[in-house]
């Protein structure tokens, strides 16, 4: 264990898989108190127990970010432990479509989850942050938030709501000794990409693979380690002197695609 985030809990959403267990795990390894948030107990807890194995302390919560009541419950849990000094909101579903293929269901599916997701967690958890007067928040948001990603109409669309809402909160709150930044990944390989791949490309799996990860210059998609080292980077003291940014961790897809 190292002791950059020594003394401080983060609370992550979507903590239990992917990037979000990346996330977990090193912030603990950084020596935070974590939070593990997901919608799924089990996976969930089974975080916990990697972090204690680790050496590490951690605490598992359910709940459904889109649901605010259940949210207040989560976080009031959290609270009764002790303050969130750190609060990732990384919980998100995807979805494949167009404006004409994207049924209203579909759009209030994602934005149920990805946009009032993050805020029914900012509008809990800020609170705390501005009566101690400190508090980082980082947002997990993506390429396509700024670049124009085919067949991603809805998704688009939440994640261009998140960026907007890190602005906002990071302008509101600077004040307040509260930091908000936005990280910003391409296509990073964890599970949530294997079951999109199964679900919407089942009959051209590895050939849909391979041309999405060739779509990042650097020739292959991230790791959720490299998505959590910075993470945790804007999540300490290191970062202190960081706001209202947004942070493209992207292999070149934003930059070097135009």
């Given at each position: 264990m190292?002791e950059?985030?020594?003394g401080?809990?983060?609370?992550?959403?979507?903590?239990?898989?992917?990037i979000?267990?990346?996330i977990c795990?090193?912030?603990?390894?950084?020596?935070?108190?974590?939070?593990?948030l997901?919608?799924?107990?089990?996976?969930?807890?089974?975080v916990?127990?990697?972090?204690?194995?680790?050496g590490?302390?951690?605490?598992?919560h359910?709940?459904?970010v889109?649901?605010?009541?259940?949210v207040?419950?989560?976080?009031?849990?959290?609270l009764?432990?002790?303050?969130i000094?750190?609060?990732?909101?990384?919980?998100?579903?995807?979805?494949?479509?167009?404006?004409?293929?994207?049924s209203e269901?579909?759009?209030?599916?994602?934005y149920?989850?990805?946009?009032k997701?993050?805020?029914?967690?900012?509008s809990?958890?800020?609170?705390?942050?501005?009566a101690?007067?400190s508090?980082?928040?980082?947002n997990?948001?993506?390429?396509?938030?700024?670049?124009a990603?085919g067949?991603?109409?809805?998704?688009?669309?939440?994640?261009?709501a998140?960026?907007?809402?890190?602005?906002?909160?990071a302008?509101?709150?600077?004040a307040?000794?509260?930091?908000?930044?936005?990280?910003?990944?391409?296509?990073?390989?964890t599970?949530?990409?294997?079951?999109?791949?199964?679900?919407?490309?089942?009959?051209?799996r590895?050939?849909v693979?391979?041309?999405l990860?060739k779509?990042?210059p650097?020739?292959?998609?991230?790791?959720?380690d490299?998505?959590?080292?910075?993470v945790?980077?804007l999540?300490?003291?290191?970062?202190?002197?960081?706001?209202?940014?947004n942070?493209?961790?992207d292999?070149?897809?934003?930059t070097?695609?135009s």
């Open positions: 190292t950059r985030m020594a401080r809990t983060a609370l992550v959403t979507g903590g239990g898989s992917g979000g267990r990346a795990r090193r912030l603990a390894s950084k020596g935070a108190t974590v939070r593990v997901d919608l799924d107990a089990g996976a969930a807890n089974a916990v127990t990697e972090i204690e194995a680790a590490g302390a951690a605490s598992g359910a709940a459904d889109g649901d605010r009541a259940d207040a419950r989560a976080v009031g849990e959290t009764a432990l002790g303050p000094d750190a609060l990732v909101n990384n919980a998100g579903i995807a979805h494949v479509g167009t404006v004409e293929t994207t269901e579909d759009l209030d599916r994602l149920r989850v990805n946009v997701g993050a805020y029914n967690l900012l809990a958890v800020v609170p705390g942050m501005k101690r007067k508090g980082a928040i980082v997990i948001a993506s390429v396509a938030a700024t670049v990603v067949e991603r109409f809805a998704y688009s669309m939440t994640k261009g998140i960026l907007a809402m890190t602005y906002s909160v302008k509101d709150y600077v307040h000794g509260i930091r908000c930044n936005a990280v910003s990944p391409a296509r990073v390989h599970p949530f990409v294997d079951e999109f791949l199964d679900r919407y490309y089942a009959d051209n590895d050939e693979f391979e041309k990860a779509s990042q650097i020739g292959r998609m991230g790791t959720p490299e998505i959590a080292g910075l945790a980077y999540c300490s003291d290191e970062a202190a002197f960081v706001t209202g940014s942070f493209p961790i292999g070149g897809f934003v070097l695609n």
